[in-house]
């Protein structure tokens, strides 16, 4: 049974940073597109960040260029995603995604899901 697990969130304030790992026990773990995704309270799931199954090609949201940082290990099995900067309204449950194909945008397209890690942004 695939499992993905996410750690490193927590509580830091305005302009720090935090590193988010997740792992991922999918025997194809090098085929598969990898996204963190958030969703913040009363608001919806959207993508912060996705990256292709060769750490190549990466996809940000718009409001995190710049200060988040997406990659993977391949033979870790891990995807990490580095946020600097931090603001307030960074503050969500962020999950791990795994997606059985090259590349994935879209919340639909992925297949294996983590449980969330808190990452709450004080002012």
């Known amino acids: 049974q695939v499992q993905v697990v996410e750690s490193g969130g927590g509580l830091v304030q305005a302009g720090g940073s935090l590193r988010l790992s997740c792992a991922a026990s999918?025997?194809?773990?090098?085929?598969?597109?990898m996204g963190w995704f958030r969703r913040a309270p009363g608001k919806e799931r959207v993508l912060v960040a996705a990256?292709?199954?060769?750490?190549?090609?990466?996809y940000y949201a718009d409001s995190v260029k710049g200060r988040f940082t997406i990659s993977r290990d391949n033979a870790k099995n891990t995807v990490y995603l580095q946020m600097n900067s931090l603001k307030p309204e960074d503050t969500a449950v962020y999950y791990c995604?795994?997606?059985?194909?090259?590349?994935?945008?879209?919340?639909?397209?992925?297949?294996?899901w983590g449980q969330g890690t808190q990452v709450t942004v004080s002012s």
């Open positions: 990256v292709d199954k060769s750490g190549g090609s990466t």
């Open positions: 999918v025997r194809t773990f090098s085929n598969c597109a």
């Open positions: 995604a795994a997606a059985e194909r090259p590349i994935a945008v879209l919340p639909t397209r992925y297949d294996y």
